[in-house]
């Protein structure tokens, strides 16, 4: 069983940068894929980075591509989500979440990933 716990959302205005961290306990995270999911009001959860077990390997979604970069530290059990240049519409609960195994390719969908985190607020104000 891995425990995830998102930190680092808040209040940021456009243009601005944050960054979240995503701690796992009770088994490393270092043989799983990780990414990061958002749910913005009113709208489904989707897709936003991942990152594969070493690290090597990353995808991003169109809307964040440029501006968001994901990083692991295995020694530390934590990725990492740097955001910059933020807009409005990054406005979203952030979470994160972990495969159960090695995917051959790095996932995009929620129901690929087993654990989950409770989710970190960002909001970015105009």
């Known amino acids: 069983q891995v425990q995830l716990v998102e930190s680092g959302g808040g209040l940021v205005q456009a243009g601005g940068s944050l960054k979240l961290s995503c701690a796992a306990s009770?088994?490393?995270?270092?043989?799983?894929?990780v990414a990061w999911f958002r749910r913005a009001p009113g709208k489904e959860r989707e897709f936003a980075v991942a990152i594969n077990w070493t690290g090597g390997r990353t995808r991003y979604a169109d809307s964040v591509k440029g501006r968001f970069t994901i990083s692991r530290d295995n020694a530390k059990n934590t990725v990492y989500l740097q955001m910059d240049s933020l807009k409005p519409e990054d406005t979203a609960l952030y979470y994160c979440?972990?495969?159960?195994?090695?995917?051959?390719?790095?996932?995009?969908?929620?129901?690929?990933?087993?654990?989950w985190g409770q989710g970190t607020q960002v909001t970015v104000s105009s």
């Open positions: 979440a972990a495969t159960s195994s090695r995917p051959l390719f790095i996932p995009v969908v929620p129901s690929s990933y087993a654990y």
């Open positions: 009770g088994r490393t995270v270092g043989d799983y894929a």
